[in-house]
């Protein structure tokens, strides 16, 4: 039985068995099904295609399904999102993760596949590509580092944690630099009185 077939589901799990079991079972229900192994991943994948519903695991390595699902309710609110783990029990998730559902890891998949359906069923909209570049962050320097260079920190927009970024007082007003977590590229602005001060 084919149940909404232009649903797409981003599964996110360190594990490749899972990922692929998964993946294999979404995709003879009808679901367009890509996998990622972790949080930084999954984000890549969403860069390039924004899928209707997200299946993760929370606990993985690099960035954990926590930490993944806390960026996709911020970043993209419309994506529904299923918390999966084995280390919860039952149909509730831990607090304060913000997923619309949760699935006990070894448990029958016919409840996934319930939930999935259930999920996506009145969600039924066109898959959202790739969004058009995006404005600079504009932020101000933060002074000098211990080696006495100009730096700012920048928070990156895709996983949402920040880094220090060395600049030059004659660079030009927009900047490019990469995530240092996740490697996306990232526009940046300098307000300029901060470096004259």
């Known amino acids: 039985m084919m149940h909404n077939p232009k649903a797409g589901i981003l599964i996110v799990d360190d594990q490749p068995l899972i990922r692929v079991c998964l993946s294999e079972i979404l995709t003879e229900s009808g679901y367009a099904v890509r996998d990622a192994p972790d949080g930084f991943s999954a984000l ?34 419309s994506i529904r999102a299923i ?13 304060g993760v913000p997923a619309d559902a949760f699935y006990e890891k070894g448990s029958p998949t016919g409840s996934l ?7 996506t069923r009145p969600r039924q909209s066109p898959l959202i590509h790739r969004p058009r570049s995006l404005a600079p962050i504009w932020i101000p320097t933060n002074g000098h580092n211990t080696s006495g260079e100009l730096y700012v920190t920048i928070s990156c927009p895709e996983c949402l944690r920040a880094f220090p970024q060395v600049i030059d007082r004659s660079a030009s007003a927009t900047l490019e630099t990469r995530c240092a977590w996740c490697c996306i590229p990232i526009h940046y602005a300098i307000v300029r009185a901060a470096i004259a001060a």
């Open 83 to 95: 918390a999966m783990s084995s280390a919860f029990a039952g149909v509730e998730f831990p607090q």
């Open 44 to 77: 890549a994948e969403i860069r390039d295609e924004i899928p209707d519903l997200i299946v993760s695991d929370l606990n993985m390595p690099n960035m954990s399904g926590f930490e993944l699902l806390s960026v996709v309710r911020r970043r993209f609110p």
């Open 113 to 119: 596949l319930a939930v999935v359906e259930d999920i």
